[in-house]
Nanobody, 116 residues
């Protein structure tokens, strides 16, 4: 079982990035998928999630209107489109899968740096 994030990098303030999370060893269709982030010296925080059924989306207030989470069950991936990026969005971004019976998986993260 594995979650692998990709798409991080250095971007200027106001720019955009698209993060992807590829799952292997299990099917994400039965899992709620989330993105979290951890900035230097801070605790990990929830960013966004998308339900397994119906695709209901929720966002942290700090990213609402700027980030969009999506899932492609056929490709077993979940994405996070980030726009209007700010320096305070700098963090390691983690993918999370949460299913029934306490099943939960984490990726190892991808670093996003927003700086001029």
């Amino acid at each position: 079982v594995q979650l692998v994030e990709s798409g991080g990098g250095l971007v200027q303030p106001g720019g955009s990035l698209r993060l992807s999370c590829a799952a292997s060893g299990f099917t994400i269709s039965n899992f709620a998928m989330s993105w979290y982030r951890q900035a230097p010296g801070k605790e990990r925080e929830w960013v966004a999630d998308i339900s397994s059924i119906g695709g209901r989306r929720n966002y942290a207030n700090s990213v609402k209107g700027r980030f969009t989470i999506s899932r492609d069950n056929a490709k077993n991936t979940v994405n996070l489109q980030m726009s209007s990026l700010k320096p305070e969005d700098t963090a390691v971004y983690y993918c999370n899968a949460r299913g029934g019976y306490g099943m939960e998986y984490w990726g190892k993260g991808t670093l996003v740096t927003v700086s001029s």
